[in-house]
């Protein structure tokens, strides 16, 4: 299973976790799951429309060991981000957000991993282990 | 976004928000209250957001900004009724929604507005 979401327009992160929402309900999540997956994708699709303008998400199931997950990748083909500790940092933002997007992602999720370069792009993969 | 209703009783302004706001109508919701607080000239205005599903950054902003414009303004804000799953989430985040204060429900929260019961102070540092 992988599903698409292009993310181009504002609107865009509403369909971005509507989609993450089902996909949550559909493995049989807890509500504080659901809530904690679709508040870091709501928070990652927006970063993209803000700071890149486009790109996409996808998602799918994944499995470790005995363990269920869902993966959401996020992919823009944006400026890239200079300095990924300081874009990390609490509080810290380079375009008027509030900068809690990527650090208040991270404690959502059990799994969050950056790659980005400059003028390339931005790649940021998240995974909530079911249960 | 064309669920979320804006009510006068009395004095206050009751602001129901609804189903999956995009960040656009937040900003769009967030003016249309404020000129009703004017228009209506109420003294306290209820955000009431139990079927809310979710709060994210961007969405604890704008309520917090809200209730700070409405204070400067010269009224007061009571947010009611959070879901605890959201509740959970902007805790978990580190989000701190300043300057709002919180009543379990609609209700408690025109009592609170009536001056019958006392708000849970406001959230964050400069409440």
Redesign the interface.
């Known amino acids: 299973m992988t599903n698409r979401v292009d993310i181009q327009r ?2 865009d ?2 369909l971005a ?2 989609a993450a ?1 089902r996909a949550a309900i559909e493995m049989g999540y807890s ?2 799951d ?3 997956i ?2 870091a994708v ?2 990652l699709a ?1 970063n993209i429309f803000l700071y890149a303008g486009r790109g996409w998400m996808e998602y799918r199931h994944v499995a470790r060991s005995d363990r269920k997950g869902l993966e959401f990748l996020f992919q823009d083909e944006g400026p890239g981000i200079a300095d990924i500790d300081l874009a990390m940092t ?1 509080g810290y933002t380079s375009g008027g ?2 900068g ?2 990527l ?3 991270q ?2 999720m059990n799994e969050f991993e950056i790659q980005s370069r400059l003028g390339e792009g931005t790649t940021i993969r998240i995974v909530k282990w079911l249960g | 976004m064309e669920k979320t209703s804006i009510v006068k009783i009395q004095n206050v302004l009751i602001v129901t928000l609804q189903g ?1 706001i ?3 109508s937040a900003q769009e919701l967030q003016q249309e209250i404020l000129q009703s607080v004017i228009h209506h000239q109420v003294s306290g205005v209820v955000i009431e957001v139990s079927q809310l ?6 969405m ?2 704008i309520l917090s900004d809200t209730a700070r414009m409405i204070r400067l303004m010269g009224a007061e804000t009571l947010l009611a009724g959070l879901r605890p ?2 509740a ?2 902007i805790v ?4 701190s929604i300043e300057g709002v204060k919180t009543a379990l429900n609609l209700e408690d929260a025109l009592e609170v507005l009536k001056g019958g019961r006392a708000a849970a102070p406001s959230l964050g540092r400069d409440g």
């Open positions: 504002e609107p992160v509403v976790r509507q929402r509500l504080v659901q809530t904690r679709t508040t709501s928070e927006r609490v957000g509030l809690m997007g650090s208040g992602s404690r959502l | 999956d995009d960040d656009h599903e979710l709060v994210d950054s961007y604890g902003r799953m959201v959970i989430t978990e985040m580190g989000l």
